[in-house]
């Protein structure tokens, strides 16, 4: 059975809502009905498509242990169960949020970055679960109602509590990071992603430079320090009010601003690298100590991730040893770099499932992953790209920009779909052009006619272009018996 998390006496203290019937102890807070596990507060929640409220009854036939509802749908639900009534159901949700936050004595990483976030948590979660009880964020869930909903769910007894906080436009990440009050706060790196909504990169690196608003005081800021803003970022840091209590060079951990990259000034140093179909072997000076260790996961830019990774676990004043001999036990999210081998031996295919998200920097990093990936006999390295979404203006210029990458890379069949694709589409050599649809649905039967065992094939494309069908695809053609 799941532990204590929410009585009804601290609800009503950290909502100031109406009450409507007995809330027994409660063991989680859910959204969605169809994740909801028996003694959860459903909190109903009400968005652009659907209205939580409509679910609320539904929640309570699957054991939920209390809703938390509008003051104006309460009327409605007086023989339901239980009702904790609100002016506000996500304004309710916050405060459940802070008050979580209050009560907890655990270190806390808030995580940001135009590239990696999410990954990154997931490492974070994995290496911190091994030296101590450790609370994260699941899958993606870092927006307004993510990260409240994380914080509510957060137990007492976690002693690390591992924060992703994401953006699509300027002024999102202030209000969340400044709910989750971090003790460390790192930007994995900035690049063009969200450009539809922004002047500039250096206005995105604004944006994710408000994740120090709430840092608290000798807080820890750990920064790319390969990356272009990085001085700009710096600046952010030290004029936070963590960067004002202690400035940046101090000694101690506390307050200070923490570069990590190949960089020769970087406090966390990348000396050699070995780049494997799977994974990595990475040396790396950390302040002066020389560190060798294995990551599961192939590319480069998740070995410079793994740097940062040991600068969070130093500044939370973890065992930064055992960390990084716990990376070797870290392994890509599903639509995250996910690798998988499909069918029976002899007659396999090597999926790389890239399929959650895409901006060019991460294009550019999977295209270099396929790079690597050995290929059966008579095997192909296959690019399979969907639109990158968001990038206003400059689209049709960043997704013919990738042309040069493919190339390089050595991909011999490229598949794309959606109409910002067409731009790449138009610009690879001919001799590369496998197939282009308008979209992920129409592309999947040239999909599955292309691929043949022995080949190694990535898949890429922004959420909204709905990419994770062709993975779905592939898994069922080349399942067993199958291919």
């Not at 009450?19 to 968005?47: C, N, Q, W, Y």
């Not at 009050?181 to 430079?209: C, M, Q, R």
């Amino acid at each position: 059975m799941s532990p204590l998390l929410w009585t009804e006496e601290a609800l009503l203290v950290a909502t100031n809502g109406q009450l409507h019937g007995k809330i027994e102890p409660l063991s989680g807070v859910s959204i969605d009905t169809r994740t909801l596990e028996k003694g959860d507060l459903f909190v109903a929640l009400e968005g652009e498509s659907r209205d939580g409220h409509d679910f609320v009854r539904m929640a309570f036939e699957k054991g939920a242990g209390a809703a938390l509802i509008s003051h104006r749908r309460a009327a409605e639900f007086s023989d339901a169960g239980p009702v904790l009534a609100v002016p506000d159901v996500l304004d309710g949700l916050r405060h459940i949020g802070m008050a979580a936050r209050a009560r907890s004595s655990a270190k806390i990483v808030a995580v940001t970055g135009s590239v990696g976030k999410t990954s990154t948590k997931e490492a974070l979660r994995t290496v911190l679960s091994e030296q101590a009880v450790t609370h994260a964020s699941v899958a993606s869930y870092n927006n307004h109602f993510g990260v409240p909903l994380t914080l509510a769910r957060m137990p007492e007894s976690a002693r690390y509590g591992v924060f992703e906080i994401g953006m699509n436009h300027a002024g999102e990440i202030e209000p969340l990071t400044r709910m989750v009050k971090p003790h460390v706060a790192l930007i994995t790196t900035v690049e063009a992603v969200h450009l539809e909504f922004f002047s500039s990169i250096a206005a995105i690196a604004d944006a994710k430079a408000e994740i120090f608003a709430g840092l608290l005081p000798q807080g820890v800021a750990v920064l790319n320090r390969d990356n272009p803003y990085f001085e700009r970022l710096e600046a952010s840091a030290q004029a936070s009010p963590a960067g004002k209590a202690s400035p940046a060079g101090k000694a101690s951990p506390a307050g200070q601003i923490i570069g990590f990259g190949a960089h020769e000034k970087a406090e966390i140093r990348l000396l050699d690298l070995k780049l494997l179909p799977d994974g990595s072997d990475v040396v790396v000076d950390y302040f002066g100590r020389r560190l060798s260790y294995r990551i599961q996961s192939p590319g480069r830019h998740i070995a410079l991730n793994s740097l940062g990774i040991l600068g969070v676990a130093g500044a939370l004043g973890a065992d930064v040893d055992r960390v990084a001999a716990g990376l070797a036990h870290v392994r890509p999210p599903e639509g995250r770099g996910a690798r998988l081998e499909l069918g029976e031996a002899g007659h396999a295919i090597t999926l790389l499932d890239e399929s959650y998200n895409a901006n060019p920097a991460a294009v550019r990093a999977a295209l270099s992953i396929l790079s690597a990936t050995p290929v059966g006999a008579g095997g192909r390295r296959i690019a399979v790209l969907g639109d990158m979404r968001e990038l206003g203006e400059q689209s049709a210029a960043l997704h013919a920009g990738l042309a040069p990458d493919v190339v390089a890379n050595g991909v011999d069949v490229v598949l794309a779909c959606g109409p910002f694709m067409k731009a790449l589409w138009d610009d690879i050599p001919p001799a590369l052009r496998g197939a282009y649809a308008p979209d992920s649905a129409t592309l999947e039967a040239a999909l599955l006619d292309t691929v043949r065992p022995g080949d190694a094939v990535m898949i890429k494309g922004s959420f909204g272009s709905r990419m994770g069908l062709l993975v779905a695809a592939l898994k069922g053609r080349f399942a067993k018996g199958n291919a």
